[in-house]
């Protein structure tokens, strides 16, 4: 299979799930599809190098993290406030939807270096070791910021608390 072909296998069969990813970093569908798209162009310009290496997983999730950081502190500079979304009319049929928009309205409050945090280690299910690997960071850094950022969903959003315990939110100390 050459380089190309084998790219764009990787891309049809993660591309779901790298689009996953990037939403729950970013909170907006278009700046997901923005990040994803970024990432794999980086990506496929060393695509022989990468699959050379093996898996190429750990590689596109962490270039996808870098990127979003780099995109971050770019538009910081630029920073704007922006409303909270209206809330919609009309109760919610399903279960699970409530709690998830309530979820990623608190992640929307949190740095992009709580988010990316978060993500890896509770939605990834990544080993603090892992997700300082894919950050390049130290453990004791990823440690740290897992629990500010839980601090501060616990303090942004108290209604979380209801859903510590149910399959949304990890409980305290139950990570890897």
């Known amino acids: 299979m050459s380089p190309e072909e084998s790219f764009r296998a990787y891309v049809g069969g993660r591309i779901a799930a790298l689009s996953r990813v990037a939403y729950l970093l970013t909170g907006d569908r278009h700046s997901a599809e923005d990040l994803v798209q970024m990432t794999l162009v980086r990506v496929a310009r060393h695509w022989e190098r990468v699959i050379k290496n093996g898996d190429p ?23 704007r406030p922006v409303a909270d979304s209206p809330d919609r ?73 209801d859903l510590v315990g149910v399959g949304v939110l990890p409980n305290e100390g139950g990570g890897r």
């Open 57 to 79: 997983d750990g590689y596109v999730h962490r270039t996808m993290y870098s990127q979003h950081v780099s995109l971050w502190r770019s538009r910081r500079r630029d920073a």
């Open 89 to 161: 009319a009309g109760p919610d049929s399903t279960a699970g939807v409530a709690d998830a928009l309530v979820v990623r309205q608190a992640l929307a409050r949190l740095t992009p270096k709580q988010r990316a945090v978060l993500v890896l280690r509770f939605f990834e299910d990544r080993t603090e070791v892992e997700a300082a690997a894919v950050l390049g960071c130290s453990v004791s850094t990823v440690k740290s910021t897992t629990r500010d950022a839980l601090a501060r969903l616990r303090a942004l959003a108290p209604e979380l608390a």
